[in-house]
Protein backbone atom coordinates (compact mmCIF):
# COMPACT_ATOMS: atom_id res chain seq x y z
CA UNK A 1 0.00 0.00 0.00
CA UNK A 2 3.24 2.37 0.47
CA UNK A 3 3.11 2.89 -3.60
CA UNK A 4 -0.42 5.04 -3.08
CA UNK A 5 0.97 6.84 -0.60
CA UNK A 6 3.79 7.82 -2.80
CA UNK A 7 1.63 8.63 -5.82
CA UNK A 8 -0.43 11.02 -3.13
CA UNK A 9 3.32 12.49 -2.32
CA UNK A 10 3.61 12.90 -5.88
CA UNK A 11 0.01 14.04 -6.83
CA UNK A 12 0.16 16.77 -3.68
CA UNK A 13 3.59 18.04 -4.73
CA UNK A 14 2.89 18.19 -8.19
CA UNK A 15 3.38 21.50 -8.63
CA UNK A 16 7.09 21.55 -7.06
CA UNK A 17 7.61 18.72 -9.17
CA UNK A 18 6.06 20.52 -12.34
CA UNK A 19 8.75 23.31 -11.59
CA UNK A 20 11.76 21.07 -11.38
CA UNK A 21 10.87 19.44 -13.97
CA UNK A 22 9.84 21.84 -16.10
CA UNK A 23 13.67 23.30 -16.36
CA UNK A 24 14.99 20.33 -17.77
CA UNK A 25 12.24 18.91 -20.08
CA UNK A 26 8.98 20.08 -21.36
CA UNK A 27 5.25 18.54 -20.35
CA UNK A 28 5.24 17.23 -23.99
CA UNK A 29 8.44 15.37 -23.66
CA UNK A 30 7.80 14.56 -20.08
CA UNK A 31 4.75 12.62 -21.40
CA UNK A 32 6.33 10.86 -24.05
CA UNK A 33 9.00 9.50 -22.17
CA UNK A 34 6.56 8.17 -19.35
CA UNK A 35 4.88 6.53 -22.23
CA UNK A 36 8.08 4.74 -23.62
CA UNK A 37 9.17 3.71 -20.24
CA UNK A 38 5.76 2.06 -20.23
CA UNK A 39 6.28 0.48 -23.41
CA UNK A 40 9.40 -0.98 -22.02
CA UNK A 41 8.30 -1.82 -19.12
CA UNK A 42 5.15 -3.86 -20.74
CA UNK A 43 7.61 -5.83 -22.99
CA UNK A 44 9.81 -6.62 -20.32
CA UNK A 45 7.19 -7.86 -17.80
CA UNK A 46 5.82 -10.67 -20.88
CA UNK A 47 9.07 -12.47 -20.61
CA UNK A 48 9.52 -15.25 -18.64
CA UNK A 49 12.21 -14.19 -16.07
CA UNK A 50 10.83 -15.86 -13.36
CA UNK A 51 11.66 -19.07 -14.88
CA UNK A 52 15.00 -18.01 -15.13
CA UNK A 53 16.14 -17.07 -11.17
CA UNK A 54 15.34 -13.23 -11.72
CA UNK A 55 11.68 -12.57 -10.97
CA UNK A 56 13.01 -8.66 -9.56
CA UNK A 57 13.40 -8.16 -13.04
CA UNK A 58 9.46 -8.70 -13.75
CA UNK A 59 8.48 -6.41 -10.29
CA UNK A 60 10.88 -3.48 -11.96
CA UNK A 61 9.19 -3.82 -15.43
CA UNK A 62 6.01 -3.64 -13.60
CA UNK A 63 6.99 -0.51 -11.67
CA UNK A 64 8.06 0.65 -15.07
CA UNK A 65 4.85 -0.02 -16.61
CA UNK A 66 2.70 1.50 -13.92
CA UNK A 67 4.27 4.66 -13.24
CA UNK A 68 5.67 5.56 -16.75
CA UNK A 69 2.02 5.70 -17.87
CA UNK A 70 0.83 7.20 -14.42
CA UNK A 71 3.16 9.92 -14.41
CA UNK A 72 2.51 10.58 -18.33
CA UNK A 73 -1.57 11.12 -17.67
CA UNK A 74 -0.98 12.68 -14.41
CA UNK A 75 0.88 15.60 -17.02
CA UNK A 76 -1.31 15.60 -19.13
CA UNK A 77 -4.25 15.97 -16.85
CA UNK A 78 -2.29 18.83 -15.14
CA UNK A 79 -1.67 20.66 -18.61
CA UNK A 80 -5.24 19.77 -20.14
CA UNK A 81 -7.19 20.59 -16.43
CA UNK A 82 -5.31 22.57 -13.80
CA UNK A 83 -7.19 21.85 -9.74
CA UNK A 84 -9.05 25.28 -9.60
CA UNK A 85 -7.83 27.73 -6.84
CA UNK A 86 -9.24 26.21 -3.53
CA UNK A 87 -10.82 28.77 -0.96
CA UNK A 88 -8.00 30.85 1.34
CA UNK A 89 -9.90 31.36 4.21
CA UNK A 90 -11.00 28.11 5.12
CA UNK A 91 -12.71 27.96 8.81
CA UNK A 92 -12.39 24.45 10.17
CA UNK A 93 -14.22 25.22 13.02
CA UNK A 94 -17.33 25.84 10.24
CA UNK A 95 -16.19 22.45 8.39
CA UNK A 96 -19.24 21.89 7.03
CA UNK A 97 -19.24 25.36 5.18
CA UNK A 98 -15.82 24.92 4.50
CA UNK A 99 -16.57 21.74 2.39
CA UNK A 100 -19.36 23.00 0.61
CA UNK A 101 -16.84 26.03 -0.48
CA UNK A 102 -14.68 23.50 -1.78
CA UNK A 103 -17.16 21.62 -3.33
CA UNK A 104 -18.38 24.60 -5.07
CA UNK A 105 -15.21 25.47 -6.48
CA UNK A 106 -13.80 21.50 -7.42
CA UNK A 107 -17.31 20.55 -8.72
CA UNK A 108 -17.56 22.00 -12.35
CA UNK A 109 -13.21 20.69 -12.62
CA UNK A 110 -14.25 17.10 -11.95
CA UNK A 111 -17.01 17.10 -13.65
CA UNK A 112 -15.00 18.01 -16.89
CA UNK A 113 -11.94 15.88 -15.85
CA UNK A 114 -14.19 13.15 -15.41
CA UNK A 115 -14.40 12.79 -19.15
CA UNK A 116 -10.82 12.50 -19.92
CA UNK A 117 -9.43 9.39 -20.96
CA UNK A 118 -6.24 10.38 -19.26
CA UNK A 119 -7.92 10.85 -16.11
CA UNK A 120 -9.48 6.98 -16.90
CA UNK A 121 -6.19 5.81 -17.10
CA UNK A 122 -4.47 7.52 -14.09
CA UNK A 123 -7.49 6.28 -12.13
CA UNK A 124 -6.58 2.74 -13.52
CA UNK A 125 -2.81 2.79 -13.12
CA UNK A 126 -3.67 4.47 -8.96
CA UNK A 127 -5.89 1.05 -8.91
CA UNK A 128 -3.42 -1.71 -9.22
CA UNK A 129 -0.54 -0.21 -7.74
CA UNK A 130 -1.29 -2.14 -4.99
CA UNK A 131 -2.85 -4.78 -6.44
CA UNK A 132 -0.91 -8.15 -8.21
CA UNK A 133 0.76 -7.92 -11.20
CA UNK A 134 -1.20 -10.15 -14.04
CA UNK A 135 -0.12 -9.25 -18.01
CA UNK A 136 -3.90 -7.89 -18.26
CA UNK A 137 -3.21 -4.59 -16.65
CA UNK A 138 0.35 -3.82 -18.42
CA UNK A 139 -1.65 -4.98 -21.86
CA UNK A 140 -3.78 -2.16 -21.36
CA UNK A 141 -1.63 0.75 -20.71
CA UNK A 142 1.17 -0.76 -23.01
CA UNK A 143 -1.19 -0.43 -25.61
CA UNK A 144 -2.09 2.67 -25.07
CA UNK A 145 1.18 4.32 -24.35
CA UNK A 146 2.54 2.10 -27.98
CA UNK A 147 0.21 4.54 -29.48
CA UNK A 148 1.09 7.50 -28.25
CA UNK A 149 4.89 6.81 -28.69
CA UNK A 150 4.16 5.77 -32.55
CA UNK A 151 2.06 8.25 -33.19
CA UNK A 152 4.40 11.04 -31.94
CA UNK A 153 6.94 9.36 -33.96
CA UNK A 154 4.97 9.15 -37.43
CA UNK A 155 4.17 13.45 -36.75
CA UNK A 156 7.85 14.22 -36.25
CA UNK A 157 8.82 11.77 -38.60
CA UNK A 158 11.33 10.25 -36.48
CA UNK A 159 14.56 8.86 -38.08
CA UNK A 160 15.92 6.21 -35.08
CA UNK A 161 16.05 2.47 -35.48
CA UNK A 162 13.45 1.19 -33.33
CA UNK A 163 10.55 3.36 -35.53
CA UNK A 164 12.15 1.80 -38.61
CA UNK A 165 11.54 -1.55 -37.51
CA UNK A 166 8.12 -0.88 -35.63
CA UNK A 167 6.92 1.27 -38.64
CA UNK A 168 5.39 -1.10 -40.83
CA UNK A 169 3.50 -2.91 -37.87
CA UNK A 170 2.09 0.58 -36.85
CA UNK A 171 0.95 1.51 -40.64
CA UNK A 172 -0.51 -2.32 -40.46
CA UNK A 173 -2.48 -1.08 -37.29
CA UNK A 174 -3.63 1.97 -39.05
CA UNK A 175 -5.31 0.26 -41.83
CA UNK A 176 -7.12 -1.51 -39.83
CA UNK A 177 -8.40 1.29 -38.01
CA UNK A 178 -8.61 3.09 -34.66
CA UNK A 179 -11.76 2.95 -34.11
CA UNK A 180 -12.20 -1.27 -34.69
CA UNK A 181 -8.60 -1.60 -32.21
CA UNK A 182 -10.30 0.87 -29.42
CA UNK A 183 -13.39 -1.46 -29.44
CA UNK A 184 -11.70 -4.41 -28.81
CA UNK A 185 -9.73 -2.24 -26.17
CA UNK A 186 -12.79 -1.36 -24.33
CA UNK A 187 -14.14 -5.39 -24.97
CA UNK A 188 -11.13 -6.69 -23.07
CA UNK A 189 -10.91 -3.97 -20.11
CA UNK A 190 -14.86 -5.18 -19.17
CA UNK A 191 -14.20 -8.77 -20.02
CA UNK A 192 -11.38 -8.69 -17.25
CA UNK A 193 -13.74 -6.78 -14.81
CA UNK A 194 -16.34 -10.02 -15.37
CA UNK A 195 -12.74 -11.82 -14.95
CA UNK A 196 -11.99 -9.88 -11.34
CA UNK A 197 -15.79 -10.65 -10.35
CA UNK A 198 -15.52 -14.29 -11.14
CA UNK A 199 -11.79 -13.86 -9.13
CA UNK A 200 -13.80 -13.40 -6.10
CA UNK A 201 -14.64 -17.06 -5.80
CA UNK A 202 -10.87 -18.13 -6.53
CA UNK A 203 -7.74 -18.32 -3.90
CA UNK A 204 -6.37 -15.08 -6.08
CA UNK A 205 -9.00 -12.87 -5.24
CA UNK A 206 -8.15 -9.31 -5.04
CA UNK A 207 -11.45 -7.99 -3.42
CA UNK A 208 -10.02 -4.11 -3.17
CA UNK A 209 -9.22 -4.05 -6.87
CA UNK A 210 -12.34 -5.09 -8.32
CA UNK A 211 -14.69 -2.98 -6.44
CA UNK A 212 -12.38 -0.13 -8.00
CA UNK A 213 -12.01 -1.76 -11.22
CA UNK A 214 -15.89 -1.71 -11.33
CA UNK A 215 -16.08 1.99 -10.18
CA UNK A 216 -13.39 2.89 -13.07
CA UNK A 217 -15.56 0.88 -15.49
CA UNK A 218 -18.39 3.03 -14.38
CA UNK A 219 -16.33 6.78 -15.45
CA UNK A 220 -15.48 4.83 -18.73
CA UNK A 221 -19.20 4.28 -19.74
CA UNK A 222 -20.47 7.91 -18.40
CA UNK A 223 -17.95 9.18 -20.47
CA UNK A 224 -19.18 7.47 -23.18
CA UNK A 225 -16.03 5.19 -23.82
CA UNK A 226 -18.08 1.92 -23.67
CA UNK A 227 -21.51 2.65 -24.91
CA UNK A 228 -20.91 0.68 -27.55
CA UNK A 229 -19.13 -2.50 -26.06
CA UNK A 230 -21.89 -2.39 -23.45
CA UNK A 231 -24.08 -2.57 -26.16
CA UNK A 232 -22.36 -5.91 -28.29
CA UNK A 233 -22.11 -7.16 -24.10
CA UNK A 234 -26.08 -6.83 -23.95
CA UNK A 235 -26.74 -7.87 -27.55
CA UNK A 236 -24.34 -11.13 -27.35
CA UNK A 237 -24.50 -12.18 -23.73
CA UNK A 238 -26.66 -10.76 -21.78
CA UNK A 239 -30.33 -11.14 -23.76
CA UNK A 240 -29.32 -14.99 -24.21
CA UNK A 241 -28.51 -15.11 -20.78
CA UNK A 242 -31.85 -14.13 -19.34
CA UNK A 243 -33.50 -16.28 -22.12
CA UNK A 244 -31.67 -19.74 -21.01
CA UNK A 245 -31.64 -18.13 -17.08
CA UNK A 246 -34.67 -15.96 -16.73
CA UNK A 247 -33.34 -15.63 -13.17
CA UNK A 248 -30.69 -13.08 -14.13
CA UNK A 249 -32.74 -10.44 -15.42
CA UNK A 250 -33.01 -8.47 -12.40
CA UNK A 251 -29.79 -8.79 -11.43
CA UNK A 252 -28.76 -7.71 -14.77
CA UNK A 253 -31.08 -4.78 -14.12
CA UNK A 254 -29.43 -3.67 -11.23
CA UNK A 255 -26.21 -3.71 -12.73
CA UNK A 256 -27.60 -1.43 -15.77
CA UNK A 257 -29.27 1.00 -13.03
CA UNK A 258 -26.00 1.39 -10.87
CA UNK A 259 -24.10 2.48 -14.48
CA UNK A 260 -26.36 5.18 -14.78
CA UNK A 261 -25.77 8.44 -13.29
CA UNK A 262 -27.44 8.77 -9.83
CA UNK A 263 -27.23 12.56 -9.31
CA UNK A 264 -27.65 15.05 -11.72
CA UNK A 265 -25.47 18.39 -11.18
CA UNK A 266 -25.65 21.45 -11.82
CA UNK A 267 -23.08 24.16 -11.25
CA UNK A 268 -23.97 27.62 -10.73
CA UNK A 269 -21.70 30.39 -10.71
CA UNK A 270 -21.42 32.70 -7.90
Known sequence: MWWLAIAAGCYYFRGKIAEIAGRYVSRDKLTFFGHCACVFGSLLFIVPFEMLGFGVIKNLAWMAALWGHGAASMTMVAKNDPLPDFPTNLDFKNWKQSLTDVGVKIQPWLQNVLTRVDFHYLFFVLIFLAASPTVVVVALVGRRSFWVVCTDWEKTNSSNM??????????????????????????FEIGYGIWLVISLFLPTRQIFACILYWHFLKIR????????????FDQTFAQKAVKAVPLLQKPLGMAKGWFQPQVQYQYRPQ
Open 162 to 187: IWSLVKPRWEALQAAGRKAIVEKCNL
Open 221 to 232: YQAGKHKDAWLF
